[in-house]
Nanobody, 120 residues
Framework: VQLQASGGGLVQTGGSLRLSCVDP????????VGWFRRAPGSEREFVAG????????VVADSMEGRFTISRDNAKTAVYLQMNSLKPEDTAVYYC??????????????WGQGTLVTVSS
């Protein structure tokens, strides 16, 4: 599995970004996918996850209502729509693929990350 994350950048507080995670080899259609992030000096934290068909999603409490995860299995892509961004959302965001079809545990495959910077 090769994951390519993109869509990061610099945005002002209150702005929006949409991150994309694509698997060019189209191998994660049957797997749950998650987004994680690591802020400078902090541990990696879970952001959101989506089951293999997209029927179930979960978003971390601190991002609930602002972030939405979705997927397009025809394109083997997973998206993270981020609205009402705050400076504390500044981090490198990673997409990751779980071994199974549901979100849970530690993903096996990780993308290279995309940097999101929110200015105040």
């Amino acid at each position: 599995v090769q994951l390519q994350a993109s869509g990061g950048g610099l945005v002002q507080t209150g702005g929006s970004l949409r991150l994309s995670c694509v698997d060019p080899k189209r191998t994660f259609s049957n797997n749950a996918v998650g987004w994680f992030r690591r802020a400078p000096g902090s541990e990696r934290e879970f952001v959101a996850g989506i089951s293999y068909r997209g029927a179930r999603t979960v978003v971390a409490d601190s991002m609930e209502g602002r972030f939405t995860i979705s997927r397009d299995n025809a394109k083997t892509a997973v998206y993270l729509q981020m609205n009402s961004l705050k400076p504390e959302d500044t981090a490198v965001y990673y997409c990751a693929v779980y071994v199974g079809s549901t979100v849970g545990g530690i993903p096996r495959y990780w993308g290279q990350g995309t940097l999101v910077t929110v200015s105040s």
